[in-house]
């Protein structure tokens, strides 16, 4: 694979420079082989014979699993289109490519994209929690009222639930909408679309992207 890599040389890359996200299934964050080629300062051609060695070794499922292989368009300058392949990696992926690069520099770069999968992974999993929250408070109200015998004790418990879920949402500090915004946004569309999809004012938008940015994430 690595002779069909894409001539990319490595460049100078400034430490503070926002880390680029895309997403694996739509739910797990994860890096373009191309931008670990050019934060750690390898050839992209490298990368991928890396990747082609952990192939050999880890199983089939595992590969799949972490490792979402694509292709990109590659001008070659004579007026003709290439496709050249690249890798999607989530944090498992990541975390055995660049197992073994050394240096101080790449141990900051390790670090920033630690952080990085940790605030978008809680994020995912915020949301999942509230979206089985929600579902447990509407089968209560389902529950109290097919059930007469017990329907005020039921229905007090509902209402209490609700009003719960009703303060939860009011205070939580926006993760779970921060990786549906990023995940919109990853597809290309802009702050009023996004809003507009999630039903949220598009200020919501720009102060979640805002938020992304002070972690180091950027689209």
Do not use: C
């Amino acid at each position: 694979m690595a002779e069909n890599s894409i001539p990319q040389v490595a460049s100078t890359v400034k430490e503070n420079s926002p880390i680029h996200v895309e997403f694996l299934d739509e739910t797990r964050p994860a890096v373009l082989s191309t931008e670990v080629a050019l934060r750690f300062q390898k050839k992209h051609q490298h990368i991928l014979r890396d990747i082609d060695r952990i192939h050999s070794q880890v199983p089939k499922i595992f590969f799949e699993t972490n490792f979402g292989q694509s292709f990109r368009e590659v001008s070659t300058g004579n007026g003709t289109v290439r496709k050249f392949p690249v890798y999607l990696l989530t944090r498992d992926a990541f975390s055995l490519l660049v197992m073994g690069f050394t240096g101080s520099a790449a141990v900051r770069w390790k670090l920033k994209y630690i952080e990085v999968f940790n605030s978008l992974e809680a994020a995912v999993l915020e949301n999942r929690a509230e979206l089985a929250r929600e579902a447990g408070y509407q089968q209560g109200r389902d529950e109290a009222l097919a059930l007469p015998a017990v329907q005020a004790e039921r229905k007090a418990g509902f209402l209490a639930g609700l009003k719960e879920g009703r303060t939860y949402r009011r205070k939580r500090d926006g993760l779970a909408l921060l990786t549906q915004v990023l995940k919109y946004r990853a597809k290309g569309l802009n702050q009023n679309e996004v809003a507009r999809l999630l039903g949220i004012r598009k200020q919501r938008v720009s102060d979640l992207m805002a938020r992304a940015r002070q972690l180091g994430v950027t689209l």
